[in-house]
């Protein structure tokens, strides 16, 4: 089954304690990006990537860090977590960002 | 970037069609008009896009203006399950950026 997956699905921690959101997407797609959802703001993107090695900033990328060493894996760092990072997290997959974006089933963190 | 402007909520009956408008007067000759749906408790999942005409699919159909400044998302029959939060997204270059998107109820 084509999917995107995400892990964990729920995250407590607490500030400055450093985490990762696992991403991964078995349908071979070059374009991923990670997005996160607050109350009446929408998606808003937080990093993307078209290709291996190859990322950039999206609206809101203060205080996130991505890596992609392989094609399947797009994991969201948070190398020290504040309460303003509390929110719901997706992540996406596409063969190109004009072409149809599949979205995980989110994260949703809470740092306290 | 080019922005969208859509109405924050809508309620239609079940059965009767749903006409969702989206304002994007900035948009240049090369954005795409893309629409995304998300359910409750669910990521977001794609419904339609277009460039210049008009489109249909199983799903919905988009009708795009002449100067291409509004484009409006059409559900022909609304039904319990498309109640949902509806994004009109302009994408250009690699960036997407979601608005706050509209609310449509459907009352049985």
């Known amino acids: 089954e084509a999917q995107v997956t995400q892990n964990p699905r729920y995250l407590i921690t607490v500030t400055g304690k450093k985490l990762t959101v696992t991403c991964s997407q078995n349908m071979n797609h070059e374009y991923m990006s990670w997005y996160r959802q607050d109350p009446g703001l929408g998606l808003r993107q937080i990093y993307y990537?078209?290709?291996?090695?190859?990322?950039d900033k999206g609206d809101v990328p203060e205080g996130y860090k991505v890596s992609r060493k392989e094609k399947r894996n797009f994991p969201l760092i948070l190398e020290s977590p504040s309460p303003n990072q509390t929110s719901l997290y997706f992540c996406a997959s596409s063969s190109s960002p004009l072409d149809t974006q599949y979205f995980g089933p989110g994260t949703r963190l809470t740092v306290l | 970037d080019a922005k969208t402007t859509q109405p924050n909520s809508m309620e239609s009956n079940e059965e009767e069609p749903v006409h969702l408008p989206c304002n994007h007067s900035?948009?240049?000759?090369?954005?795409?008009i893309h629409w995304y749906r998300q359910l409750p408790s669910q990521g977001p999942e794609y419904v339609i896009h277009g460039l210049t005409s008009n489109v249909n699919n199983r799903m919905a159909s988009l009708a795009i203006a002449e100067d291409r400044k509004s484009s409006t998302l059409i559900l022909h029959r609304a039904t319990l399950r498309d109640a949902a939060v509806y994004y009109c997204?302009?994408?250009?270059?690699?960036?997407?950026?979601f608005g706050a998107g509209t609310t449509v109820t459907v009352r049985a």
């Open positions: 990537s078209m290709n291996v090695e190859v990322t």
């Open positions: 997204i302009l994408i250009a270059d690699y960036k997407l950026s």
């Open positions: 900035t948009i240049s000759g090369t954005d795409y």
